[in-house]
């Protein structure tokens, strides 16, 4: 079986693999091209499974591919029978980060 790691960032916890390419909440102080460490929670090296509590010492390394903003959310708020209607929009700044190495691997 092959090597993968569970990590936490942004609220958000990711199943990944190395070589692997996900979008992730916007790291303060981070750039295009800066190296990332992420803290992890469990992770399977092949052979063995290790879980945190709640993570484990080893990191996983990731870069910083690119750095964009995603889709528009619509926020819509509405009370029946009032005339009272609000719509509202946000974009939130994402970035894109490659998967370089994860504990065992």
Known sequence: ????????TGGQQFTVKPGDEIKVERIPGKAEGEEVELPVLAAHDGNE????TPLLEEKVKATVVREFRDKKVIVFKKHRRQTYRK???????????????????
């Open 49 to 52: 499974f290790k879980v945190g």
């Open 87 to 105: 719509k509202n929009g946000h974009r939130q700044n994402v970035f894109s980060l490659r998967i370089d190495a994860i504990p065992g691997n």
């Open 1 to 8: 079986m092959q090597a993968y790691a569970i990590i936490q």
